[in-house]
């Protein structure tokens, strides 16, 4: 059973505080995405990584950053913690599967910035 | 880059009725199309899944189909039941793009008694 897992279910931070996302997954996969999920936007991409150390912008990488160490972690940074970076924010992986490959997602940190 | 659009945004059907959801891409060189689908509180689970070389794939009571001249998909779900209530979301990758998935907005499925 894949297990995707963040490091937090609820977060709550001050504008302007440097906030870290922490993901990891236990299935060996390639590939690693952060999405953020808001209410009649649906899914987000943030960044995505698909090998240790490497990393794309997805579609709204302003504001955040990413780092993959090691294979089965994958951390978002927000450099300095704004209000409209509020939301729900999901963590994925998938094997290249030659691009067909099911994401995983983890079960999601809701940010609240005051 | 890729953009899916997704109707209608809410859905309410009585149980037993059939439910359609719609999606829209805009790249042609687009050829995955999985859908998933979110319960409340939980995190969202692929469901079902076509490739751009076939057109329809069923699933007990789940059908997706495709049509790739219009660029569009669709998720048909039969003999609705109350546990199908959730959101669900479509999305479309360039398989030559590390399944990077582009979702659409989703779309609130309410199944009433």
């Known amino acids: 059973d894949v297990k995707v897992t963040q490091s937090s279910r609820y977060l709550v931070k001050r504008t302007g505080e440097k906030v870290f996302l922490e993901c990891v997954q236990d299935?060996?996969?390639?590939?690693m995405f952060w999405y953020r999920q808001d209410p009649g936007l649906g899914l987000r991409l943030i960044y995505f990584?698909?090998?240790?150390?490497?990393?794309e912008k997805g579609d709204i990488p302003e504001g955040y950053s990413v780092s993959r160490e090691k294979k089965e972690r994958f951390s978002l940074i927000l450099e300095s913690a704004s209000t409209n970076q509020t939301s729900m924010y999901l963590c994925a992986s998938s094997s290249p599967g030659g691009g067909y490959a099911e994401a995983f997602f983890g079960q999601g940190t809701r940010l609240t910035v005051v | 880059g890729e953009n899916v659009e997704q109707h209608p945004s809410t859905l309410s059907v009585q149980e037993g009725d059939s439910a359609v959801i719609k999606c829209t891409y805009s790249d042609s060189a687009s050829n995955y199309f999985p859908w998933y689908k979110q319960e409340l509180g939980k995190r969202p689970q692929l469901i079902i899944d076509i490739r751009s070389n076939v057109g329809e794939k069923k699933d007990q009571r789940i059908a997706v189909t495709l049509n790739k001249t219009a660029k569009h998909f669709s998720l048909h779900i039969t003999e609705t039941q109350p546990e199908d209530s959730a959101v669900y979301f479509c999305?479309?990758?360039?398989?030559?793009?590390?399944?990077?998935?582009?979702f659409g907005t989703g779309t609130r499925l309410q199944v009433t008694l």
């Open positions: 999305a479309a990758s360039n398989t030559g793009t590390a399944s990077k998935l582009t």
């Open positions: 299935m060996d996969h390639e590939n």
């Open positions: 990584s698909y090998d240790v150390k490497m990393k």
